[in-house]
């Protein structure tokens, strides 16, 4: 019994020193780990009409480089999603991809099809939970609709991002083509079909969302 109980005491004390020694060496580690940023968007994210390689994710991937931020981007875009499709695909980019950080741009194709904004407003914010759930910090990116759909219906839309960026508590970058569709200028930011922004706009749709996702990342 006390050969046992010896036995016992020694396999407890080398089992301490290897925890404590094996926690000790991945701290570094982890907090040098890259981070990955998973960027689940409409066509205003992938590259529409666009040259691969020249979208502002990619450029986002460039510039996280040149900052010297170890982190890895996985465009998860699909051109014509919606806030639904995007809350489908979802659980599945989740589980493959295991991000660190989720970029949600959706919300636009659901105006453009006239869906219900309270079905928007459900999607987006089960997209911000189940990203968080799944361990990752959230980046919600806003759009806005042209004039010509009224005002009523234009404030209510940009209402619902910040309502879910509200409620949730994540950050929200308002408008990701600020400085491209609202400026007197913005014809040469765009491809002939005037919706999808070309090469010479995607550089300014970066810098809308980089100061935000800089902090997060930051933080």
């Not at 301490?16 to 994210?45: C, Q």
């Not at 741009?105 to 997209?127: F, I, K, S, V, Y």
């Not at 040469?188 to 995607?202: C, L, T, V, W, Y």
Request: proline fraction near 6%.
């Amino acid at each position: 019994m006390i050969v046992r109980l010896s036995q016992r005491r020694h396999f407890i004390a080398a089992l301490t020193v290897h925890l404590f020694a094996g926690l000790s060496l991945p701290r570094a580690t982890w907090a040098n780990a890259p981070a990955r940023i998973l960027v689940v968007g409409d066509s205003l994210s992938a590259e529409y009409g666009l040259a691969r390689g020249s979208g502002w994710v990619a450029l986002l991937q460039q510039r996280l480089q040149r900052e010297g931020m170890a982190a890895n981007v996985i465009n998860a875009s699909i051109s014509g999603d919606t806030s639904a499709g995007g809350r489908s695909r979802l659980p599945a980019l989740l589980r493959q991809h295991r991000p660190t950080h989720v970029v949600i741009e959706l919300g636009g194709n659901d105006a453009l099809r006239g869906l219900p904004l309270e079905a928007t407003q459900r999607n987006l914010t089960e997209m911000v939970r189940m990203s968080r759930q799944a361990g990752a910090r959230v980046l919600l990116v806003g759009i806005q609709v042209p004039p010509n759909y009224g005002r009523a219906y234009t404030e209510r839309f940009a209402a619902v991002f910040e309502h879910v960026a509200s409620t949730e508590k994540v950050p929200l970058v308002p408008f990701l083509l600020r400085g491209v569709a609202d400026v007197p200028e913005a014809a040469k930011f765009f491809q002939p079909d005037r919706i999808h922004p070309n090469e010479a706009a995607q550089p300014v749709l970066l810098d809308n969302v980089w100061p935000a996702l800089r902090r997060l990342l930051k933080s």
